[in-house]
């Protein structure tokens, strides 16, 4: 098996305040790893360097075995930010129109072949959103907004999926099916990587867990990271070194 | 960057060959067959109809510039206004006067230079790429950068026209400001024509990523999608429709049609490209009810135009209230 993510002795600092040091971490293909650590522990940001959105300030990244800042499949890669509401919105899009954007980097200034429009089609029905194709996705639902980037990952035919806090703010009968999704897509070949602040959920869907807080504290399969104690190392020390620490610092 | 241009060649070729032929074929049609379709249009419209309405030059000139303006301000004003830089168009504006104050001073003394709008175009790019760079510069599209630029360009028109102050600019300097239907020479119609075929092949060819990057920035980052350069294409063009809108609608009221038509449409429209179509058929209603009103009610063309897409806005409001 190869590494998704390749994640080489990583620090990154805003100005004087680290965010992240000497991070180290492989996610190798066709994993689900949960990413968990208190707020302000640099898991966004993590996520980004991970990603190739933000350049570590020392250390390297490698996706699929290419330096991240010179990996040029875009659409290989599915990134559902926190509160993914893009564009405030106040722009009209409707939801095939934002999972087609899925497209666009295949099909470059070429226009949309049939092709294209026929692999929309089935990711919106992937997610089960086929029937608010047309609707405005700014008028949907939290649960059903984040179904349609997440579509829209899959219109792409990304093979790593990178997802933050993706349910905040979706009721819970629609994390169940959220969830559910994400264990198919897994299943299905995808490497998953997400940010999350229910531990029951992740120890529940996620085969690796990774706990970060500056620090990686542990990355260990799900079943042997709740034997170790370090979840209460990271929140502890997150409380002690750090009480100032805000709570939307990352 | 350049690397990645040089692995590119054989595209970067094509695209070099293909933009000279689009040149060609675009000068070819405004020098040659513009100016015949232009009459041909016009007379027999001129025959049909019989009001001095469409037979006076002057307004079949001020028609055809600002049916072009009509749909070009609001297709490039969809993006714009969508990234939250409305005023952009302001900006670009103010400092496309400069270049025309400084063109009506050369063009007084050297007769071949005598084309004011060349000049707006000039002064128009220079200051979007300098926006881009402040942009970049600053991490934003704050409205800082755009009230220095839209202060400065205006302050140097000012100054430049003070410093000419012999020279009888006279209407045509008042013209520029604030918008003249019965003032756009053939030459500046045929130019019109030129940016509007510019415009549309232009955002024919970057629809696709302009639509990524307005709506979710970091995405098409992700997707590798060039942001820095559709950012640069997307302004140039924006320098392009406004120094074509300047015309008639003048230096002060330019950006009125990149936004209000804009504005309007997305307030009704349920997805982008709907919003898109509906923004053109506002700004043309505008476009056209605005010229009427102004001969009817003897008013300025520009500032008719401006209150008619404000009549339009207001009216999308309520109507989705």
Redesign the interface.
């Known amino acids: 098996m190869t590494a998704a993510i390749d994640v080489d002795h990583v620090s990154f600092a805003y100005g004087d305040q680290p965010v992240l040091r000497d991070v180290s971490m492989t996610v190798e293909e066709g994993r689900f790893v949960g990413l968990i650590g208190p707020n302000g522990s640099g898991k966004t940001t993590l996520m980004k360097i991970m990603?190739?959105?933000q350049r570590p300030d020392s250390g390297a990244v490698r996706l699929f075995d290419v330096p991240a800042d010179r990996?040029?499949?875009?659409?290989r890669?599915g990134?559902v930010?926190q509160h993914a509401k893009?564009?405030d919105g106040?722009?009209?899009?409707?939801v095939?129109?934002?999972v087609t954007?899925g497209r666009?980097?295949h099909?470059g200034?070429r226009r949309?072949a049939d092709r294209d429009r026929q692999i929309v089609e089935e990711a919106l029905e992937q997610v089960g959103i086929d029937d608010l194709a047309?609707?405005?996705v700014n008028r949907l639902s939290g649960g059903q907004q984040q179904r349609t980037f997440i579509a829209?990952a899959l219109a792409?035919e990304a093979d790593l999926l990178a997802l933050d806090e993706p349910t905040v703010g979706v009721d819970a009968e629609s994390k169940e099916t959220f969830y559910g999704l994400l264990d198919e897509l897994n299943d299905a070949g995808i490497t998953i990587v997400m940010i999350e602040h229910d531990i029951g959920v992740i120890t529940e869907h996620a085969d690796e867990i990774a706990c970060l807080n500056e620090e990686l504290y542990a990355h260990c399969e799900t079943s042997r990271f709740l034997e170790t104690d370090a979840l209460e190392r990271a929140f502890s020390s997150a409380r002690i070194a750090r009480p100032d620490r805000t709570v939307s610092a990352d | 960057m350049a690397i990645e241009i040089l692995q590119q060649r054989p595209a970067v070729t094509r695209a070099t060959l293909g933009g000279l032929l689009a040149v060609v074929i675009v000068g070819t049609f405004i020098y040659w067959a513009f100016p015949i379709a232009f009459d041909a249009f016009w007379g027999t419209t001129c025959t049909a109809i019989g009001s001095w309405l469409v037979c006076s030059t002057f307004l079949q000139h001020g028609f055809t510039t600002g049916i072009l303006v009509g749909i070009a301000a609001p297709l490039v004003g969809a993006y714009v206004v969508?990234r939250q830089m409305a005023l952009i168009g302001e900006a670009l504006a103010h400092t496309a006067f400069a270049g025309v104050a400084i063109g009506l001073v050369v063009g007084a003394s050297i007769e071949w230079a005598n084309y004011p709008l060349v000049f707006a175009l000039a002064a128009a790019i220079l200051s979007a790429i300098g926006l881009q760079y402040l942009a970049v510069k600053t991490d934003a599209y704050g409205d800082v950068p755009l009230a220095i630029i839209l202060t400065g360009g205006f302050a140097i028109g000012v100054a430049v026209i003070s410093y000419g102050e012999g020279i009888a600019f006279g209407r045509e300097l008042h013209s520029y400001l604030f918008g003249n239907i019965l003032f756009v020479p053939f030459e500046n119609v045929q130019l019109m024509v030129a940016l509007t075929l510019v415009v549309l092949g232009m955002v024919a060819?970057?629809h696709?990523?302009l639509?990524?990057i307005?709506?979710?920035?970091?995405?098409a980052?992700?997707?590798?999608?060039n942001v820095w350069f559709y950012d640069m294409v997307l302004i140039v063009v924006t320098a392009l429709v406004v120094v074509a809108a300047m015309q008639i609608m003048g230096a002060i009221l330019v950006a009125a049609m990149l936004v209000i038509p804009v504005a309007a449409a997305?307030q009704v429209?349920?997805?982008?490209?709907?919003?898109l179509l509906l923004a053109i058929v506002f700004g043309e209603a505008a476009v056209l009810g605005g010229i009427f009103a102004s001969y009817y009610l003897d008013i300025a063309s520009g500032a008719a135009i401006v209150i008619v897409a404000m009549l339009i806005y207001f009216a999308a409001v309520l109507g989705t209230r």
């Open positions: 990603l190739g959105l990996f040029s499949e875009g659409t890669l990134y930010a893009a564009s106040r722009m009209p899009m409707s095939r129109e934002v954007m666009y980097a099909a200034v949309l047309e609707r405005n829209r792409s | 969508n060819l970057s696709k990523q639509l990524f307005t709506f979710d920035r970091e995405a980052q992700l997707a590798r999608i997305m429209a349920g997805s982008f490209n709907r919003g």
